[in-house]
Nanobody, 127 residues
Framework: QLQFVESGGGLVQPGGSLRLSCAASGFTLDSYAIGWFRQAPGKEREGVSCISKGGSTRNYVDSVTGRFTISRDNAKNTVYLQMNSLKPEDTAVYYC????????????????????WGQGTQVTVSS
């Protein structure tokens, strides 16, 4: 029963902030690289950010660089995505995901690598 539970999504005005959380149950996150992905209506799911299993490496796609920050607290078995300066184009369902046995200090935003996915949380940026 490996599960992620996402929380923190909601409705926010442009320029606002949200903090997404992803709590794992049934497994321990410290052996996994973690990614955040999003999917807008009519579009393919795309990678947003990832973090290596120890947290030393963090990658972001260009569209969110400087606005979003990924972090993890392995003691709490939870990962986070802090989203600032939100734009309407950030509107999507956001998913956290994990893959096992990554190379040390690496992660990827390529969705094909990920093995375990959460159910998603809706983020809507609108006036």
């Amino acid at each position: 029963q490996l599960q992620f539970v996402e929380s923190g999504g909601g409705l926010v005005q442009p320029g606002g902030s949200l903090r997404l959380s992803c709590a794992a149950s049934g497994f321990t996150l410290d052996s996994y690289a973690i990614g955040w992905f999003r999917q807008a209506p009519g579009k393919e799911r795309e990678g947003v950010s990832c973090i290596s299993k120890g947290g030393s490496t963090r990658n972001y796609v260009d569209s969110v660089t400087g606005r979003f920050t990924i972090s993890r607290d392995n003691a709490k078995n939870t990962v986070y995505l802090q989203m600032n300066s939100l734009k309407p184009e950030d509107t999507a369902v956001y998913y956290c995901a994990a893959y096992w046995r990554p190379y040390v200090n690496t992660c990827t935003v390529a969705k094909g690598r990920y093995e375990c996915w959460g159910q998603g949380t809706q983020v809507t940026v609108s006036s």
